[in-house]
C-alpha cells in the first residue's frame, strides 16, 4: 500500500516550458488535491476534484490545469511555465467518509529558471 | 471567514523538556482543526484532529492539543520533546466547502 506517490520529485524548467506533475493514490479515495508549498505561507489550493471527471479551482489556480481522468490519478499540467511557479507541489487525498482528514505525498520540489 | 494563525515562526527547546506549539483560529462556526507534521523532504502527517468530540485531542508520538473555544487556540503540546520531533508542524484549520487553511508553519528544533 504506497498510499500517495508523485512524479517527479524534482524538475527544473525554464520559463515558457510546460510539464505535467503525475499524482496517483491506491487508497480509493473519493478526492484528491494539489497545494503549493512556498517559505512562509504554508500550503495553499491550486485545484481539487470530488472525483473522476470532475475538477474545481482553488485559492490559486492561475497558471495551472488539472484533469483527474481516473479515479486515482490526479495530473496538473503547466502550460507554460514562469519563476513565480517555483515552489513545492503536494497532492493529497481523502475519502468520501473522511473528508476532512487528507493523506499527503512527498512533494515535487519545481524550479523555474 | 476562517483563518489561522501560527503564533511562532521558530520554537527551540532541550531534549526532554516540554513542547509548545502555539495556534489560534478564527471562525464563525465551530470548525475541524488539526496538527500536521512535515519532517524534512517529506510530505504532511497528520498528527492529530479535533472534531468536537473532546476538547483534549490525543495525536501520535506524544502530541496532544487542547480546544478552547474561549480563547479561539488550539495548542500542540508534548511533554518531553525528542530529537526526531525536529520538523515543522502546521496548525490546519477545515473551513467547509474543501476550504482548508493552513497556517505558515512552526520549524521547532531541538537541541542535544
Known amino acids: 500500500n504506497a498510499g500517495v506517490t508523485q512524479t517527479p520529485k524534482f524538475r527544473v524548467l525554464k520559463t515558457g516550458q510546460s510539464m505535467t506533475l503525475l499524482c496517483a493514490q491506491d487508497?480509493?479515495?473519493?478526492?484528491m488535491y494539489w497545494y503549493r508549498q512556498d517559505p512562509g505561507m504554508g500550503l495553499r489550493l491550486i485545484h481539487y476534484?470530488?472525483?473522476?471527471?470532475?475538477?474545481a479551482k482553488g485559492e490559486v489556480p492561475d497558471g495551472y490545469n488539472v484533469s483527474r481522468l481516473k479515479k486515482q490519478n490526479f495530473l496538473l499540467g503547466l502550460e507554460s511555465a514562469a519563476p513565480s511557479q517555483t515552489s513545492v507541489y503536494f497532492c493529497?487525498?481523502?475519502?468520501?467518509?473522511?473528508?476532512?482528514?487528507?493523506?499527503f505525498g512527498p512533494g515535487t520540489r519545481l524550479t523555474v529558471l | 471567514a476562517q483563518s489561522v494563525t501560527q503564533l511562532d515562526s521558530h520554537v527551540s527547546v532541550s531534549e526532554g523538556t516540554p513542547v509548545l506549539l502555539r495556534c489560534n483560529y478564527s471562525?464563525?462556526?465551530?470548525?475541524?482543526l488539526f496538527w500536521y507534521v512535515q519532517h524534512p523532504n517529506k510530505g504532511l502527517q497528520l498528527l492529530l484532529k479535533?472534531?468536537?468530540?473532546?476538547?483534549l485531542v490525543k495525536g501520535i508520538n506524544g502530541f496532544e492539543a487542547e480546544f478552547k473555544k474561549s480563547e479561539t487556540s488550539f495548542h500542540l503540546t508534548k511533554p518531553s520533546a525528542h530529537m526526531s520531533d525536529a520538523a515543522e508542524y502546521f496548525c490546519?484549520?477545515?473551513?467547509?466547502?474543501?476550504?482548508?487553511?493552513f497556517g505558515a508553519g512552526t520549524r521547532l528544533f531541538v537541541k542535544a
Open positions: 493529497a487525498s481523502s475519502s468520501l467518509r473522511s473528508a476532512d482528514t487528507q493523506y
Open positions: 487508497m480509493n479515495h473519493e478526492y
Open positions: 476534484s470530488v472525483g473522476e471527471g470532475t475538477t
Open positions: 471562525s464563525s462556526y465551530s470548525p475541524s
Open positions: 479535533y472534531t468536537s468530540a473532546a476538547t
Open positions: 490546519v484549520v477545515e473551513g467547509g466547502g474543501f476550504k482548508t487553511i
